[in-house]
T-cell receptor, first 112, second 113 residues
Framework: KQEVTQIPAALSVPEGENLVLNCSFT??????LQWFRQDPGKGLTSLLL?????REQTSGRLNASLDKSSGRSTLYIAASQPGDSATYLC???????????FGGGTRLMVKP | EAQVTQNPRYLITVTGKKLTVTCSQN?????MSWYRQDPGLGLRQIYY???????DKGDVPEGYKVSRKEKRNFPLILESPSPNQTSLYFC????????????FGSGTQLSVL
């Protein structure tokens, strides 16, 4: 059974820092991987989707990489801002294309 | 506006009283799914649907039912709710979970007393 782990569980950084969030998964037979953002009391918003054949995806200050063989993905946030404060979750899609398995998330706080 | 709409946002009920949480999407998505989110356990998939009249169990289907009679709606039914079903529930949809992003509703906070 697929297991997804995110480290650290919480992170606090000063504004302007570049930071990396980590996601690891036990079964490399994945179809894709998504990074989500969740704000308190709200639903999840998909930030980046990486197909298993891709190595990375970029959107603005966000860059997500995928190393399928080692079971790892990273989300890089450049020049962090207080508005980036949220919980970030990664989720891997199985090869059957019908299910996502989520990590526990990293709660990020960016201090002004 | 493209969105996934869940209702209600908050629900308090008592053990054994049947309830339905509605989910509707206006994006003509084929794939829809229900998740529950619990502290320390993260998001876990309850049921999913690949298309109309096609539903299947996720990781934690016990105590839940779903139906997909039309493309836009995917209600979650708790026939006899129990306190261990107290949780934050999310509905999500995607044009294709293989290649497209997943869109989430705002969530339903359910408390079963």
């Amino acid at each position: 059974k697929q297991e997804v782990t995110q480290i650290p569980a919480a992170l606090s950084v000063p504004e302007g820092e570049n930071l990396v969030l980590n996601c690891s998964f036990t079964d490399s037979a994945i179809y894709n991987l998504q990074w989500f953002r969740q704000d308190p009391g709200k639903g999840l918003t998909s930030l980046l989707l990486i197909q298993s054949s891709q190595r990375e995806q970029t959107s603005g200050r966000l860059n997500a990489s995928l190393d399928k063989s080692s079971g790892r993905s990273t989300l890089y946030i450049a020049a962090s801002q207080p508005g980036d404060s949220a919980t970030y979750l990664c989720a891997v899609g199985n090869n059957a294309g019908n299910m996502l398995t989520f990590g526990g998330g990293t709660r990020l706080m960016v201090k002004p | 506006e493209a969105q996934v709409t869940q209702n209600p946002r908050y629900l308090i009920t008592v053990t054994g009283k049947k309830l339905t949480v509605t989910c509707s999407q206006n994006m003509n998505h084929e794939y829809m799914s229900w998740y529950r989110q619990d502290p320390g356990l993260g998001l876990r998939q309850i049921y999913y649907s690949m298309n109309v009249e096609v539903t299947d169990k996720g990781d934690v289907p016990e105590g839940y039912k779903v139906s997909r009679k039309e493309k836009r709606n995917f209600p979650l039914i708790l026939e006899s709710p129990s306190p261990n079903q107290t949780s934050l529930y999310f509905c999500a949809s995607s044009l294709s979970v293989r290649s497209e992003k997943l869109f989430f509703g705002s969530g339903t906070q359910l408390s079963v007393l």
